[in-house]
């Protein structure tokens, strides 16, 4: 049975940071393509990052430079490093994997993910 549990969510003042983690049982991350995508109220679920085990990594084009993804392949865990956070950047995020590759970098479509956390709450107030 595959599990995936967040956690490090929280709430932060504008241009405070957040250091969220997803650790993984039942399912190698290193096998596949592992990703971040967050849910903000009143939207449609939306990508964050994704990154494979050789370390590339794909963002979505707001938070780019703001946001680091990673993943320890030993301890089966991915991480999402958020810094300089903006209200809008209010959402559950979620952590997925078995995610599909194309063209060397991981999809950042939801449906191309098998696998999803049950999210963790991050709050960025002005």
């Known amino acids: 049975q595959v599990q995936l549990v967040e956690s490090g969510g929280g709430s932060v003042q504008a241009g405070g940071s957040l250091r969220l983690s997803c650790e993984g049982t039942?399912?190698?991350?290193?096998?596949?393509?592992t990703g971040w995508f967050r849910q903000r109220p009143g939207k449609e679920r939306e990508a964050v990052a994704a990154?494979?085990?050789?370390?590339?990594?794909t963002y979505a084009d707001s938070v780019k430079s703001r946001f680091t993804i990673s993943q320890d392949n030993a301890k089966n865990t991915l991480y999402l490093q958020m810094l300089s956070l903006k209200p809008e950047d209010t959402a559950v995020y979620y952590c997925?994997?078995?995610?599909?590759?194309?063209?060397?970098?991981?999809?950042?479509?939801?449906?191309?993910?098998?696998?999803w956390g049950q999210g963790t709450q991050v709050t960025v107030s002005s």
């Open positions: 990154t494979f085990s050789d370390g590339s990594t």
């Open positions: 997925a994997a078995d995610g599909i590759r194309h063209g060397g970098s991981c999809s950042l479509i939801a449906d191309m993910y098998r696998f």
């Open positions: 039942g399912f190698p991350f290193s096998s596949a393509c």
